[in-house]
């Protein structure tokens, strides 16, 4: 379990197919400080560390992970954003984040507000039912919160500090982003669907 809060980024310096998985490794002020078998948060997604070392760490992606991502599309010198897991002993400064993405979204427009930024994205149609004003959602791994909700659109805002210790600083339009939403969300829709 994460909270969406952000601990560092990191580089891919090297990636590899291994049968109809990837594997990834990745360079972070944090991969030093990380043990085998310990999950992490990469751009939202769980996965399992299998390496570490020379400040790098080792991941793999599956195909089922791969098709449901946006870690397919990632090559060498991709920034993204790392968290490990929620401590119980703190507070949970973000929401809730299983680590496991739900689908993808594209980034349709960026607006830069003296300071601060607007980011517009284009989702699945499908997942409409759990697109609602002012509910947290997570993009990359980020605990944010939606506006400006459309069919199949919506906004989120980012302060300073978000956008200089994230991805979203390297983000462009026409790039996808991975997205979780809201567990207790989904566990509720899940009910009145049954």
């Known amino acids: 379990m994460f909270t969406g809060i ?72 991709s920034v993204i954003n790392l968290e490990r897991c929620m401590q119980l002993n703190g507070r949970i400064d973000g929401h809730i984040v299983q680590g496991h993405v739900d689908g993808i979204a594209t980034c349709i427009d960026i607006v830069e507000k003296k300071g601060s930024w607007e980011f517009s994205f284009q989702f699945d149609i499908q997942f409409a039912k759990s697109i609602i004003e002012k509910v947290s959602i997570t993009i990359n791994g980020i605990s944010l919160t939606l506006f400006n909700i459309g069919i199949d659109t919506f906004t989120v805002a980012i302060i300073p500090y978000t956008f200089e210790h994230t991805n979203m600083k390297t983000l462009k339009k026409g790039d996808l982003v991975n997205l979780e939403f809201d567990m207790i969300g989904k566990y509720i829709n899940r009910l009145q669907s049954i």
Not at 21 to 49: A, F, M, R
């Open 6 to 77: 952000i601990e560092s980024t990191g580089i891919i310096k090297e990636l590899f197919n291994n049968g109809s998985n990837k594997t990834y490794w990745i360079s972070s002020p944090i991969s030093n400080e990380l043990k085998v078998d310990q999950s992490l948060s990469h751009n939202g997604v769980c996965l399992t560390v299998e390496e570490v070392k020379d400040g790098m760490h080792r991941v793999t992606a599956i195909e089922e992970t791969l098709l449901k991502t946006d870690l397919a599309n990632w090559k060498a010198a």
